[in-house]
């Protein structure tokens, strides 16, 4: 369906929303592009942004060749949108769409990391970046853009601490293993050879496009995929990294409310969704004979 071009105001009102939020940048590529789309099909319709119905919604919807996961994105988006234009009482804000049930996603096992981590070749710059890379995803989850923006002067290798702006634009804190400081203090003497004198985060890209600047997530996903091809891993992105994080300290473990308050998770359910593959042997170390335990209480 080919809609007309889109209002000048209505343009303007969604790209100012998405300035003035906090949204990632793939969050708000996504959100402007199906505001632009359903302000295009409203205005084909003579309809404005103030109109909008759950049921005219549900129309554009059915018009789009989209599954559910971008249906239930494209609501978010908005509600968000027209939240903050007409307040959470207009009458679109009623309207619910069915969100598909998150699929097991990719996460990596202690094996596999060991694996990446043995894989790297320490008589390189890159092998000694790469294992203080993957040391510290492992030990913290951070996401893809927030180890890529982590700069120097938020990294207290001594005191095994870090903070990063995450998602959501707020500054997060992380700490780290005693081995991870030593992987980032193996890199960080040889970092500056290969840093650009302005440039402050603590990862650089060593030859391919952009030398000796900031790391940035579709080069990180390069550095996987070779990974994955040399070491005989199954493919993997950073986020697997931050599924095994919360997986492998759980299994561990650690109190979900820790992990939660580690990987800087707002809601506790969003660390069980993290958690899916954790496997069910890890009841294992907290099961065993009561006899003894009862046995005892009786005693007493």
């Known amino acids: 369906m080919l809609y007309p071009v889109i209002r000048m105001n209505d343009e303007k009102a969604i790209l100012k929303f998405i300035r003035t939020s906090v949204y990632s940048p793939t969050t708000a590529k996504h959100y402007t592009w199906s505001l632009k789309r359903l302000a295009r099909y409203l205005a084909h319709h003579r309809f404005h942004f103030e109109d909008l119905t759950g049921?005219?919604?549900?129309?554009?919807?059915?018009?789009?060749?989209?599954?559910?996961a971008m249906r239930a994105q494209a609501h978010t988006g908005a509600r968000a949108f027209v939240k903050a234009l007409f307040g959470s009482d207009h009458p679109f804000m009623e309207l619910r769409v069915r969100t598909p049930k998150p699929r097991p996603q990719r996460t990596l096992t202690q094996d596999e990391i060991t694996k990446l981590l043995a894989g790297q070749d320490l008589d390189t710059p890159k092998g000694m970046r790469d294992r203080a890379l993957i040391s510290l995803l492992i030990d913290t989850g951070l996401r893809a853009a927030e180890v890529c923006?982590?700069?120097?002067?938020?990294?207290?290798?001594?005191?095994?601490?870090?903070?990063?702006?995450?998602k959501g634009g707020r500054w997060g804190g992380a700490v780290?293993?005693?081995?991870?400081?030593?992987?980032?203090?193996?890199?960080?003497?040889?970092?500056?050879?290969?840093?650009?004198?302005?440039?402050?985060?603590?990862?650089?890209?060593?030859?391919?496009?952009?030398?000796?600047?900031?790391?940035?997530?579709?080069?990180?996903?390069?550095?996987?995929?070779?990974?994955?091809?040399?070491?005989?891993?199954?493919?993997?992105?950073?986020?697997?990294?931050?599924?095994?994080?919360?997986?492998?300290?759980?299994?561990?473990?650690?109190?979900?409310?820790?992990?939660?308050?580690?990987?800087?998770?707002?809601?506790?359910?969003q660390v069980e969704r993290y958690t899916q593959e954790l496997p069910q042997t890890a009841i294992l170390p907290y099961l065993g004979n009561m006899e003894a335990d009862t046995d005892q209480t009786v005693l007493n």
């Open 55 to 68: 049921e005219m919604f549900l129309g554009f919807l059915d018009e789009q060749n989209w599954g559910l």
């Open 149 to 166: 923006s982590l700069e120097l002067g938020h990294l207290d290798v001594e005191k095994c601490f870090l903070q990063v702006k995450i």
């Open 176 to 269: 780290f293993s005693n081995d991870t400081a030593e992987n980032l203090l193996d890199w960080l003497a040889l970092r500056s050879e290969y840093a650009l004198p302005t440039i402050k985060t603590v990862f650089v890209g060593i030859g391919g496009l952009t030398p000796g600047k900031q790391f940035t997530v579709s080069g990180l996903r390069s550095v996987w995929r070779r990974m994955s091809k040399k070491l005989g891993v199954k493919h993997f992105s950073t986020h697997a990294f931050r599924r095994s994080f919360a997986t492998l300290t759980t299994q561990r473990g650690a109190p979900t409310r820790t992990v939660q308050i580690a990987g800087r998770w707002k809601d506790i359910r």
